[in-house]
T-cell receptor, first 113, second 117 residues
Framework: DAGVTQSPTHLIKTRGQHVTLRCSPISGHKSVSWYQQVLGQGPQFIFQYYEKEERGRGNFPDRFSARQFPNYSSELNVNALLLGDSALYLC????????????FGQGTRLTVV | AQKITQTQPGMFVQEKEAVTLDCTYDTSDPSYGLFWYKQPSSGEMIFLIYQGSYDQQNATEGRYSLNFQKARKSANLVISASQLGDSAMYFCAMRPGGGGSNYKLTFGKGTLLTVNP
């Protein structure tokens, strides 16, 4: 079975641009979470979606938004990119929202220049 | 608010020896879950071990064990018989407990483990 897949794997954008990152959870998993990992830090929670509803939001500006589709895949959108948005963006899926284990994808490395 | 503290930025261990990675946490939630993840240079976060706050016994998964001391709010990871492939970044994390709670993981800053041959 395929694990969590994220696309693209690497991305370079210019300040002020918009970016869309995509995540496909493990088949049957209904919960998707997004994390931002800046170099040298642990991941920080951005959003969680379960059954297409937002279940949690971290301390990120409104430039960050996300959605979950009927097939449980998810998109993370970031508007008006700043240099500080350069990071590894990780997606995690779990079967339900209270499961003990979340499976992570390999991430999308975003560089803003 | 939940907080995870990992005080060891880097650790070195000889191959085949055991190593302990420290993690302390702070939370006001009555129930919670504690995790350890391994992150190799490829970037993927690999789940290692889980401990629930009400679990009576310390969790073990193969060469990994979690030394859970609730009164001290510590959840140290012990890796026995280290292997060269264990060289990676290790993160301690926690989430609120209880059924139906949102799946927000709070991570520490990580410990970079290097296994020497």
């Amino acid at each position: 079975d395929a694990g969590v897949t994220q696309s693209p794997t690497h991305l370079i954008k210019t300040r002020g641009q918009h970016v869309t990152l995509r995540c496909s959870p493990i088949s049957g998993h209904k919960s998707v979470s997004w994390y931002q990992q800046v170099l040298g830090q642990g991941p920080q929670f951005i959003f969680q979606y379960y059954e297409k509803e937002e279940r949690g939001r971290g301390n990120f500006p409104d430039r960050f938004s996300a959605r979950q589709f009927p097939n449980y895949s998810s998109e993370l959108n970031v508007n008006a990119l700043l240099l500080g948005d350069s990071a590894l963006y990780l997606c995690a899926s779990s079967l339900y929202d209270w499961n003990t284990e979340a499976f992570f994808g390999q991430g999308t490395r975003l560089t803003v220049v | 608010a939940q907080k995870i503290t990992q005080t060891q930025p880097g650790m070195f261990v000889q191959e085949k020896e055991a190593v302990t990675l420290d993690c302390t946490y702070d939370t006001s939630d009555p129930s919670y879950g504690l995790f350890w993840y391994k992150q190799p240079s490829s970037g993927e976060m690999i789940f290692l071990i889980y401990q629930g706050s009400y679990d009576q016994q310390n969790a073990t998964e193969g060469r990994y064990s979690l030394n859970f001391q609730k009164a001290r709010k510590s959840a140290n990871l012990v890796i026995s018989a280290s292997q060269l492939g264990d060289s990676a970044m290790y993160f301690c994390a926690m989430r609120p407990g209880g059924g139906g709670s949102n799946y927000k993981l709070t991570f520490g800053k990580g410990t970079l483990l290097t296994v020497n041959p």
